[in-house]
């Protein structure tokens, strides 16, 4: 307790040297439009975590799909990645982007807005900390270079990104001081309402999240060995359900409190695979080491229903690409997980979802395609095993009209993903300097 009290002390101490002084570089940058090509000839790419671009599956959805996209339309568009690494992780670097490898070493708004200039737009993967929730400075530097760029008559753009019930209130006085040329994208309806609500010009549009876009690939060996075991197993009359759970349900989690969670998993699906005609893919979508990622508490569960779930519980070693991970969830007639880039996998395939929720996370998706939030659980719902197991069967017994209701809406799902980048293709006029 000593120690979660002095870290919280440090942070708002940090905080209250920084924000200020990050507000005052901002308020006093020079003004002065840079002349726009009308051509969209080069893109910035901005990530939630400048420190390693591709911290997680969902980074690495939003990001490819950008860039896809990016790359469909203009294909002759050069795309740079502004971080904090000497070296772009592979995915990057085969996706043939460069690096802007300077971010906060040490931190310079001046700087950035030279690298800024030099490029046609600037586009910021909102994602999920936009609100300050896990750092109100990182979110601030990237509001701030949002505001810089479209002051500066660049093509600037917030991705749609959430907005949680409790944004960070250091954040207010930058939030209301954007230029109104910044280009601002909500992925849910509840996050563009707290958002509109929290700002005093609040202006957020409604997209859907630009993972969307990412396309995915059904080729890869082990995606075809799980499709051979999926065409075996409905062969002989059973459902195919993806898995997934993870320890950031709970927050600062005990490994006391890992073990429960693994116990009542287990609990819960050898009740299903009881009463239900059903086969499980057990799908880590964070290869991070324990206590952030999947693999870890998968394998525990696996490993206690190794007698039960015979024949009836793949597993798999494989660390997958977000596009391998999306063809992967096309393959299942229902996923349950607590990941939200796992959820948009599969309903960009048509592959209806039970989410396990957290952060006020998954309702703005799950309005997107007017499913009921009694397909939503919360991590202390599913400590209770039986209570888990009804949840999960009443789900798998309603997978396909489910999927048909998916289906339907998720061509509209679809266009609103693609406005995220609809702003690339217009012309900006810069604004005024900050006041």
């Not at 950035?112 to 737009?121: E, F, V």
């Not at 508490?297 to 597993?315: P, Y």
């Not at 998720?410 to 293709?425: D, M, R, T």
Request: include cysteine; proline fraction near 5%.
């Amino acid at each position: 307790m000593q120690n979660a009290t002095l870290k919280m002390l440090r942070a708002s101490l940090r905080n209250a040297l920084r924000l200020p002084l990050l507000f005052h570089e901002w308020q006093t940058q020079e003004g002065g439009a840079i002349s726009a090509d009308s051509q969209l000839n080069s893109v910035l790419i901005a990530t939630p975590d400048p420190r390693f671009l591709i911290s997680s599956k969902g980074d690495e959805a939003m990001i490819t799909g950008v860039i896809e996209s990016i790359r469909a339309q203009w294909p002759q568009c050069r795309i740079a990645m502004l971080g904090d690494l000497s070296k772009l992780p592979d995915s990057l670097a085969e996706a043939g982007v460069s690096l802007e490898p300077r971010w906060s070493t040490p931190w310079s708004l001046a700087y950035l807005r030279q690298i800024i200039a030099r490029y046609d737009g600037l586009i910021i993967v909102g994602a999920d900390v936009m609100d300050g929730h896990y750092s109100p400075i990182s979110a601030a530097r990237l509001w701030v270079i949002g505001d810089v760029a479209a002051r500066l008559g660049k093509r600037s753009i917030v991705l749609g990104f959430s907005f949680n019930s409790k944004p960070s209130v250091w954040l207010k006085p930058f939030l209301n001081r954007l230029s109104p040329s910044l280009r601002i994208f909500s992925r849910d309806a509840v996050s563009q309402q707290r958002f509109n609500d929290f700002c005093k010009a609040g202006r957020a549009d409604l997209v859907a999240d630009s993972a969307f876009l990412l396309k995915p690939r059904p080729n890869s060996a082990v995606v075809e060995k799980i499709a051979e075991w999926g065409r075996e197993q409905r062969a002989q009359g059973r459902i195919l359900c993806g898995f997934n759970i993870h320890p950031m349900l709970i927050k600062n989690a005990s490994a006391a409190q890992i073990d429960q969670l693994v116990a009542s998993s287990a609990a819960a699906i050898s009740q299903v695979l009881a009463k239900r005609p059903v086969s499980f893919v057990f799908i880590s979508h964070d290869y991070r080491g324990p206590g952030i990622g999947d693999c870890e508490i998968l394998s525990g569960i696996a490993e206690k229903l190794a007698l039960l779930g015979a024949g009836r519980i793949m597993t798999f070693r494989e660390h997958l690409h977000a596009a391998e991970l999306k063809a992967l969830a096309g393959l299942m007639d229902l996923i349950i997980t607590g990941r939200m880039h796992l959820s948009i996998a599969a309903l960009g395939q048509g592959t209806p979802v039970a989410a396990i929720t957290y952060q006020g996370k998954f309702h703005g998706l799950f309005q997107h395609f007017g499913l009921d939030e009694q397909l939503l659980i919360s991590p202390d719902e599913i400590q209770n095993d039986v209570a888990f197991a009804a949840w999960m069967m009443n789900a798998l017994d309603q997978h396909q009209p489910l999927a048909d209701q998916v289906r339907s809406r998720l061509p509209q799902v679809h266009q609103l993903a693609e406005k995220n980048l609809a702003p690339l293709a217009e012309s900006f006029s810069a604004c005024p300097a900050a006041a």
